[in-house]
């Protein structure tokens, strides 16, 4: 698939947009407490004045549409509610009825123009602006767009938009690494798929269970638990080279590979009784301990910083949270309530750890702010929700649950609310962790 290239537009009424504007343009908080809720509309694509886009136009129309229903803090305007019509004069000012958009409830309008058709190789431009200011807010042009790249250049918009929006867009940019159950039960392989359940491929097919991938920081390697009827190793996929390998090592028990930010690997191996937290060097190599103790220390979570590590360990008993600072050595407990308390992740700005807690009613999602010491509960099941992981963005998480009969993954935000199925088509699948592909790398 050609690559889209993208450029920022060349217009008039784009070029002349002022500091101000942009400035005074709406800022949704998704961090704080008590986010707000933006009411979104989307005009028609048109390729001329009340003339609407009905090919490759629409396809990106819908597109578009489905990758903001995943953000819980946009409501999308229904465009039968839009008095006259979601069909325009134009796509861009002084061509914007805003007043049929303002009376429909939305804040927000996304407009479209194919100004040479929206047939194969075509441009498009697509503009944000406030409904009742008439501010334009961001606008970017796609050039060869093609049906194969439509949902490309939705993802790059959404992107674009989400951090025009709320300061963070990686959540449209991610791909997630989760396993997936073969119909064997004794095999189990790695999947990549988008958040929005895009591009689902399977990337390994080794007879035996794989288990806790973990993306590499530049994109390259996933990295994995695998055990066969023998043996325990650390699994590495190569992008690249589309290649898996296995790593032994001594005491053959490998357990939640994690990649740190500078592209070195963190894993819990048994060298005693017990199995300890290692660091690995670019080669896969054990080149020394991040926490011994006579205790069991597992499942190591890193911030962004790569100084804050959260791990799980029974040193006290039953399993709990703990929090180590890498530059003093200190170690500090997370979890306070609760007698199992298991499956640490720390987010990227280092602020929050999410964890999975076993409740009377199953295992449920709970995190805790670093911050104020306050702890919450974000899911609620029905079934057993496990093995949270923090996005990019420090915003979205992605778990596993078996609240509709087999284990699958969804999305709730680092606040809670309503959880997102993730679509990763037939079989189980659980272990969900958050990477990025680089923009331009070859695809696999």
């Known amino acids: 698939m050609k690559r889209i290239l993208m450029t920022l537009l060349a217009v008039c009424a784009l070029l002349l947009a002022s500091a101000g504007q942009l400035q005074a343009a709406m800022q949704i908080d998704i961090y704080g407490p008590g986010q707000n ?12 004045p009340n003339r609407q886009a009905n090919a490759n136009g629409k396809r990106l129309h819908e597109a578009i549409s489905r990758n903001l ?69 961001f606008g970017n042009a796609y050039s060869g767009v093609r049906a194969a790249g439509v949902e490309e250049v939705a993802d790059r918009f959404c992107a674009d938009l989400m ?12 791909t997630l690494a989760f396993a997936k159950n073969a119909k ?12 929005t359940g895009k591009e689902l491929r399977q990337i390994t097919s080794i007879p035996g269970i794989s288990m806790s991938p973990s993306w590499s920081p530049d994109g390259r390697f996933v990295v994995f638990s695998h055990m066969d009827d023998r043996t325990h190793a650390l699994g590495v996929w190569d992008r690249l080279t589309n290649r898996t390998q296995r790593v032994r090592f001594p005491g053959n028990t490998v357990i939640g590979p ?32 991040l926490e011994e103790s006579p205790a069991i220390n597992v ?21 709990q949270i703990f929090l180590k600072d890498l530059k003093t050595g200190t170690v500090t407990r997370v979890s306070r309530n609760g007698g199992y308390n298991s499956e640490p992740s720390i987010s990227p700005d280092g602020t ?47 778990f596993t649950s078996n609240r509709s009969g087999q284990k699958q993954i ?19 699948a659980s272990f969900p962790r958050w990477g990025i592909i680089p923009q331009g790398s070859e695809k696999r």
């Not at 009825?97 to 429909?104: I, P, T």
């Not at 990649?259 to 670019?282: C, E, K, Q, W």
Request: aromatic share 12%.
């Open 37 to 48: 809720i933006v009411n979104m509309a989307m005009a028609s694509p048109l390729t001329g």
């Open 69 to 137: 229903s995943f953000l819980p803090f946009m409501r999308m305007t229904d465009p039968k509610g839009v008095l006259g019509g979601t069909v325009l004069a134009g796509y861009q000012t002084p061509n914007v009825d805003f007043k049929r958009f303002q009376l429909a409830g939305a804040d927000l309008v996304i407009t479209a123009g194919w100004p040479r058709g929206d047939g194969e190789n075509s441009t498009v431009e697509l503009r944000l602006y406030e409904t009742y200011s008439g501010k334009f807010v």
């Open 163 to 174: 951090k025009a929006l709320t300061g963070h867009g990686d959540f449209f940019l991610s």
């Open 184 to 195: 064997s039960a004794r095999q189990r392989n790695i999947w990549l798929v988008k958040p």
């Open 258 to 289: 994690v990649f740190m930010p500078d592209n070195r690997v963190a894993v819990s191996l048994s060298t005693g009784h017990y199995p300890d937290i290692f660091l690995l060097n670019r080669s896969f190599k054990k080149e020394r301990g």
């Open 299 to 319: 499942s190591p979570s890193f911030d962004a910083t790569g100084t804050k590590m959260a791990f799980c360990s029974n040193r006290l008993g039953g399993p």
């Open 352 to 398: 929050l750890v999410a964890f999975s807690r076993l409740t009377s009613e199953g295992n449920r999602i709970f995190v805790q702010d670093l911050v104020t010491n306050i702890e919450r509960q974000v899911t609620f099941g029905p079934g057993s929700d496990e093995q949270p992981a923090f996005a990019p963005d420090s915003y979205f998480l992605a």
């Open 410 to 428: 969804y999305l709730i935000t680092r606040h809670g609310g309503e959880a997102k199925l993730v679509p990763t088509g037939a079989g189980e």
